[in-house]
Structure formats: C-alpha cells, structure tokens
C-alpha cells in the first residue's frame, strides 16, 4: 500500500512570498489533515478534511493561510505571504473514516520550510 | 493547544537497556497513541490504548495508561541504535475531531 506522499520535501523562499504544498493522501482515506511542526515541538493541527469538507481549521492563520481537497482526494496548502515564524515542516496525514481522535493517522515525509 | 507532555525532554541510553518515556494530559480522552518520529522524517504511529485499557503490548513496546493520573508510559525493551527517534504522545480528547500532540521525548541509542 502507497504512503502519504507529499511535494516538495524542501523548500527555501523569502518573506512575502507565496508557497504551496501537494500532499496525495492513502487511497480510500476520507479524512486528510495537515500540521505545522516547529522545530522543537510536536505538530499542531492546521486543518482537518473529511472528504472535501472542513471538518477544523480553528487554527489556521486565516489570514495568510489556505487549504484546498479538490474531489476528497489531493490537498493543497498555501501560504500567501510567507513571515519569518511560518518556518517549519508542514506534515500532511490521512485516515481511513472521520473518527480523527479515535484512529491511526498516517503521515507523509514533510514539507521542509525555510523563509528567510 | 498541545494536550501531552512527555517527560524527559531528552534520554540517552546504551544499545539493550530499556527506555521509558512519560506523557501527562489534563483533560477526558478518548484514547492515547504514540508516534515515532526520525529525523527529517513523517510521524509513524506505533500504537493505541484507548481509555478503558490500561495496558497494550507491541513487540517491544509496552504502553500503560492510568486514566486516573491522566498520565501514559512508553517503555521499549532491549533498545536498538535503530530506535534513536523523538517519540511523541496525542490524545484523542472527548468530543474532539482530532488528535493533539505532546513536544517530544528525544530518545539516543549508543550502539
């Protein structure tokens, strides 16, 4: 069975740019999350997708931040302007029904971003 | 906001011995997980013990909770330089869509 896959794996822009991220969930999962993981700390929950629904995007920076699941299979998440603070790896993980707390969530490799 | 804290921070250990890792939480969960994660790589889920469990076993792995103490235990036996990793705990809360993540226990194997 494929992983999470995610593209790219690294990726070095300056503040105020824009970024986007691909992540291709297991095939037949309903539920697809993304986290920001800062150096030094565990991930944290950016959005939550069950199928192409948001189930939680409480704390997403609304702001600058967006996530896309077209057709409830591929994700994409962008950040439009890019700060300082934004760099991190952004991990993207998937799960078989919407029971999120209940499950295994699977994840991929990361995205690794630096902003300079 | 991050649910768990592990607790050490950081342990290093020597190839055989066994490591123990603790995680704390404050609220109802529904179930715990342990995750792996190495360097520069995704998390790998290692196991669940859901709330009226108190003890779960995986190969080498032996996890505890104490839902009364709202804390968990990791404990691997007859550690490997291949178990050199950050391990993190998430719990699965009451009522809540996802999991929240502790910030880590980094263990070193010394081979």
């Known amino acids: ?116 | 906001s991050q649910q768990g804290e592990e607790d050490p921070q950081a342990l290093s250990i020597q190839e055989g011995e066994n490591a123990t890792m603790n995680c704390s939480y404050k609220t109802s969960i529904n179930n715990l997980q342990w995750y792996r994660q190495n360097s520069g790589r995704g998390l790998v889920h290692l196991i669940l013990i859901r709330s009226n469990e108190r003890e779960k076993h995986s190969g080498r792995l032996r996890v505890t909770l104490d839902t009364s103490k709202k804390s968990s235990s990791l404990l691997i036996t007859a550690s490997r330089a291949a178990d050199t990793a950050s391990y993190f705990c998430a719990t699965g809360e009451t009522g809540a869509n996802n999991l929240f993540f502790g910030t880590g226990t980094r263990l070193t194997v010394i081979p």
Do not use: M
Request: net charge positive; hydrophobic share 35%; glycine share 8%.
């Open chain 1, 1 to 116: 069975e494929a992983g999470v896959a995610q593209s790219p794996r690294y990726k070095i822009i300056e503040k105020r740019q824009s970024v986007a991220f691909w992540c291709n969930p297991i095939s037949g999962h309903a539920t697809l999350y993304w986290y920001q993981q800062i150096l030094g700390q565990g991930p944290k929950l950016l959005i939550q997708f069950q199928n192409n629904g948001v189930v939680d995007d409480s704390q997403l920076p609304k702001d600058r931040f967006s996530a896309e699941r077209l057709k409830g299979v591929d994700s994409t998440l962008k950040i439009q302007p890019a700060k300082l603070e934004d760099s991190a790896v952004y991990l993207c993980a998937s799960s078989f029904s919407p029971g999120g707390a209940r499950e295994t969530q699977y994840f991929g490799p990361g995205t690794r971003l630096l902003v300079l």
